[in-house]
């Protein structure tokens, strides 16, 4: 992708073009607390998507739960899908190419999949129109309402990147000298091209989300691991040069992480509040290189909703260009080698929000709302209702935070941070951030730059999640994944003062979603899910592993030499395990969260159909009622309490178990 930027750059210097100046304000870090945060309003979902179907395979079944739940959502799609205008079935003949047909065949096949999404017939009519967005450009809006419940697709038909033609949107973010011009799909109310520059894009993205003030941002990968595959393998996996997933995912969410940086930018610029939104980044093509994920009966579900998304010629949908994507469509999204429909993973996969007990018993929720971090008070102790949300700064922050509390009731958050997001071949550089409490529920310090595993810019935008915990000796230890795939460490000493990073040893990649524990001999123990094994290190030595694990596991404390008790799920299959012996019958997907209980472990996760389900004592409890989670897992907070962000991004507490 660098590569291909730079000759574009060096073409445009033949040429003689002219370079512009940079744009006159750029969003940066904005790490100081106190700005004010915006009132709640209705739950709004609004996903940013490369091609027409990204949503369908990388970021449901999260769509699916949200709009079943009632949550409105919007979808843009940043490229028209036109690719070579072959819209083929193999063993079919071939037809001419024509990208504006192909285009709208793929937006027909939306129009059928969320209309199936909704309840609806797959050939119920949307209304279709124009709005206007930022620089007087206008786009496509088709919108349909169905039972009380609401989509929009919003297309800008920006130019495909094919590995056979130019960059396009890999090289529009890299090169502010060039300019784009969108397709037109037929059949569409936009009946004139317009261009598009770097800026005139970060732009419009940020305009929609001023437009629409989404509560939760569904995003692609913005730093897709590095993936080193023979070029043949590449072509083949529709993969860029070096990294996992195909150059317009990473593009586009580079362009989405820009725009909302600008959007956050914008609303505050004369002091006005910081837009309450969640964000939640879904790996891509990361997908056929790791283990899936989803049982039989998600992935039947989820795999169900391309089968309308690809259509069929034969269909008479009322469309003349073509009725889907009729490559993607029957049995294929199950028969595709690659498997990208198999599995739904997380780009920063951790449990949130952190929840700490403050003195008297309330409970404080800490999350990033905004892209930055803040503190929600519950109002009562026990009361599940939480106040206002206090803003602490560190922006602009990925969605996650994670928890470690000092041996005096202090707590230490660590989070990571866009250090920097300019693209036009300027910095992009994430870095591990620390923000500590002066005192047990009190006020914090200043924000605390930890640096990374990784020199080099490039490189350390591949860190993961971090996760920490404190030893009963005071210390505290910190892991993050590296580019590497492997994990790396650093530790605080018991004076506060960090030791340097350095890499665990074992020789087995491994995925993000981490999980780190203090077992009753105070030994440190994490663990990851790898390629082959579940990898395991004990005070930073690798122990025995454990069977493959499609997902991030859950640990609690036991008895024993291995001193915990591993719960998981093998890949594809929806079955709880456990490393010490029988498990409890606790189907369903996605990560888990365990501790220690009365009578055993508590266990956390979600069941097949996606809501929340808490296991104590023998006794299985459903949250079927309240707002519907969204973004990162609930965490679990002592034996029966859950505390996880809702669509409305607002915090929700749920005590099954404090029932009658």
Same mark, same amino acid.
């Given at each position: 992708m660098l590569a291909g930027a730079a000759a574009v750059a060096a073409g445009a210097a033949v040429a003689g073009c002219s370079v512009p100046a940079p744009p006159g304000h750029t969003a940066s870090a904005d790490p100081a607390p106190g700005r004010p945060i915006a009132a709640g309003r209705r739950a709004l979902l609004m996903q940013f998507a490369a091609h027409p179907d990204d949503d369908l395979y990388f970021m449901n079944p999260d769509t699916q739960r949200l709009l079943d739940a009632g949550v409105p959502v919007v979808c843009v799609y940043v490229t028209a899908g036109e690719h070579n205008g072959k819209n083929r079935i193999k063993g079919m003949p071939e037809t001419p190419p024509d990208r504006a047909a192909y285009s709208s065949a793929r937006h027909q096949g939306l129009r059928q999949a969320y209309a199936e999404l909704l309840g609806a017939d797959r050939f119920t009519p949307w209304r279709k129109g124009t709005t206007e967005l930022a620089g007087g450009r206008h786009a496509e809006v088709d919108t349909l309402e169905h039972g009380g419940r609401r989509v929009e697709l919003v297309f800008l038909n920006l130019p495909m990147h094919t590995p056979r033609r130019y960059m396009a949107l890999p090289a529009l973010w890299q090169d502010r000298a060039l300019e784009l011009t969108t397709h037109l799909s037929a059949d569409s109310p936009v009946t004139h091209s317009v261009t598009y520059d770097h800026e005139q894009l970060i732009e419009v993205l940020a305009g929609l989300l001023a437009t629409y003030r989404p509560t939760v941002v569904h995003t692609l990968d913005p730093d897709p691991d590095i993936q080193h595959s023979p070029e043949a393998t590449r072509q083949r996996d529709s993969e860029q040069p070096g990294y996992s997933d195909h150059g317009d995912h990473t593009a586009v969410a580079c362009f989405t992480w820009a725009a909302l940086l600008r959007r956050v930018a914008d609303a505050t610029a004369d002091g006005g509040p910081v837009p309450a939104f969640t964000t939640t980044a879904f790996r891509g093509y990361y997908n056929r290189h790791w283990p899936k994920n989803l049982p039989p009966r998600v992935l039947a579900e989820k795999a169900g909703h391309l089968v309308p998304y690809g259509g069929d010629p034969s269909w008479d949908c009322g469309n003349p260009s073509g009725c889907g994507d009729y490559g993607v469509g029957g049995d294929r999204p199950l028969t595709n080698w690659k498997g990208w429909v198999r599995a739904t993973h997380y780009r920063w996969p951790a449990a949130g929000p952190a929840v700490a007990e403050e003195p008297g018993g309330r409970l404080a929720a800490y999350g990033v709302l905004g892209l930055r971090a803040v503190r929600w008070r519950e109002q009562e102790r026990g009361s599940g209702v939480f106040g206002e949300p206090e803003d602490l700064g560190g922006g602009p922050l990925a969605p996650v935070l994670a928890p470690a509390t000092l041996p005096d009731g202090r707590l230490l958050l660590f989070g990571v941070r866009f250090a920097a997001l300019t693209g036009r071949g300027g910095a992009n550089r994430r870095e591990v951030v620390l923000l500590e409490q002066r005192s047990p529920g009190g006020p914090f310090l200043a924000w605390t730059g930890l640096g990374s595993p990784e020199r080099e810019d490039d490189r350390g935008r591949r860190i993961g999640a971090p996760v920490a915990v404190a030893a009963p000796d005071g210390r505290v230890h910190l892991f993050v994944r590296n580019a590497d795939k492997g994990v790396s460490t650093r530790v605080r000493a018991t004076d506060g003062a960090w030791g340097p990073w350095r890499t665990l040893p074992d020789q087995e990649e491994v995925q993000d979603g981490l999980t780190a524990l203090v077992d009753a001999a105070?030994?440190?123990?994490?663990?990851?899910?790898?390629?082959?094994?579940?990898?395991?290190? =004990?005070?930073?030595?690798?122990?025995? /592993?454990?069977?493959? +694990?499609?997902? /991030? =596991?859950?640990?609690? /404390?036991?008895?024993? *030499?291995?001193?915990?008790?591993?719960?998981?799920?093998?890949?594809?299959?929806?079955?709880?395990? +456990?490393?010490?012996?029988?498990? /409890?019958?606790?189907?369903?997907?996605?990560?888990?969260?365990?501790?220690?209980? *009365?009578?055993? *472990?508590?266990?956390?996760?979600?069941?097949?159909?996606? &809501?929340?389900?808490?296991?104590?004592?023998?006794?299985?409890?459903? &949250?079927?009622?309240?707002?519907?989670?969204?973004?990162?897992?609930?965490?679990?907070?002592?034996?029966?309490? =859950?505390?996880?962000?809702?669509?409305?991004?607002?915090p929700w507490a749920w005590r099954p178990y404090d029932r009658p």
């Amino acid at each position: 992708m660098l590569a291909g930027a730079a000759a574009v750059a060096a073409g445009a210097a033949v040429a003689g073009c002219s370079v512009p100046a940079p744009p006159g304000h750029t969003a940066s870090a904005d790490p100081a607390p106190g700005r004010p945060i915006a009132a709640g309003r209705r739950a709004l979902l609004m996903q940013f998507a490369a091609h027409p179907d990204d949503d369908l395979y990388f970021m449901n079944p999260d769509t699916q739960r949200l709009l079943d739940a009632g949550v409105p959502v919007v979808c843009v799609y940043v490229t028209a899908g036109e690719h070579n205008g072959k819209n083929r079935i193999k063993g079919m003949p071939e037809t001419p190419p024509d990208r504006a047909a192909y285009s709208s065949a793929r937006h027909q096949g939306l129009r059928q999949a969320y209309a199936e999404l909704l309840g609806a017939d797959r050939f119920t009519p949307w209304r279709k129109g124009t709005t206007e967005l930022a620089g007087g450009r206008h786009a496509e809006v088709d919108t349909l309402e169905h039972g009380g419940r609401r989509v929009e697709l919003v297309f800008l038909n920006l130019p495909m990147h094919t590995p056979r033609r130019y960059m396009a949107l890999p090289a529009l973010w890299q090169d502010r000298a060039l300019e784009l011009t969108t397709h037109l799909s037929a059949d569409s109310p936009v009946t004139h091209s317009v261009t598009y520059d770097h800026e005139q894009l970060i732009e419009v993205l940020a305009g929609l989300l001023a437009t629409y003030r989404p509560t939760v941002v569904h995003t692609l990968d913005p730093d897709p691991d590095i993936q080193h595959s023979p070029e043949a393998t590449r072509q083949r996996d529709s993969e860029q040069p070096g990294y996992s997933d195909h150059g317009d995912h990473t593009a586009v969410a580079c362009f989405t992480w820009a725009a909302l940086l600008r959007r956050v930018a914008d609303a505050t610029a004369d002091g006005g509040p910081v837009p309450a939104f969640t964000t939640t980044a879904f790996r891509g093509y990361y997908n056929r290189h790791w283990p899936k994920n989803l049982p039989p009966r998600v992935l039947a579900e989820k795999a169900g909703h391309l089968v309308p998304y690809g259509g069929d010629p034969s269909w008479d949908c009322g469309n003349p260009s073509g009725c889907g994507d009729y490559g993607v469509g029957g049995d294929r999204p199950l028969t595709n080698w690659k498997g990208w429909v198999r599995a739904t993973h997380y780009r920063w996969p951790a449990a949130g929000p952190a929840v700490a007990e403050e003195p008297g018993g309330r409970l404080a929720a800490y999350g990033v709302l905004g892209l930055r971090a803040v503190r929600w008070r519950e109002q009562e102790r026990g009361s599940g209702v939480f106040g206002e949300p206090e803003d602490l700064g560190g922006g602009p922050l990925a969605p996650v935070l994670a928890p470690a509390t000092l041996p005096d009731g202090r707590l230490l958050l660590f989070g990571v941070r866009f250090a920097a997001l300019t693209g036009r071949g300027g910095a992009n550089r994430r870095e591990v951030v620390l923000l500590e409490q002066r005192s047990p529920g009190g006020p914090f310090l200043a924000w605390t730059g930890l640096g990374s595993p990784e020199r080099e810019d490039d490189r350390g935008r591949r860190i993961g999640a971090p996760v920490a915990v404190a030893a009963p000796d005071g210390r505290v230890h910190l892991f993050v994944r590296n580019a590497d795939k492997g994990v790396s460490t650093r530790v605080r000493a018991t004076d506060g003062a960090w030791g340097p990073w350095r890499t665990l040893p074992d020789q087995e990649e491994v995925q993000d979603g981490l999980t780190a524990l203090v077992d009753a001999a105070g030994r440190v123990h994490l663990l990851a899910a790898g390629r082959q094994h579940i990898r395991h290190w =004990v005070d930073g030595s690798p122990a025995a /592993p454990l069977p493959l +694990s499609g997902d /991030p =596991v859950a640990a609690v /404390p036991a008895p024993g *030499p291995a001193g915990v008790e591993v719960f998981y799920r093998a890949p594809a299959d929806g079955r709880l395990r +456990s490393s010490t012996g029988p498990a /409890p019958l606790f189907e369903g997907y996605g990560p888990l969260a365990a501790a220690p209980g *009365p009578r055993g *472990p508590v266990l956390l996760g979600r069941d097949p159909r996606g &809501r929340v389900q808490l296991l104590r004592d023998g006794r299985l409890a459903v &949250r079927d009622r309240g707002t519907a989670p969204a973004g990162a897992a609930p965490v679990l907070h002592g034996p029966g309490t =859950v505390v996880g962000l809702g669509a409305d991004a607002r915090p929700w507490a749920w005590r099954p178990y404090d029932r009658p």
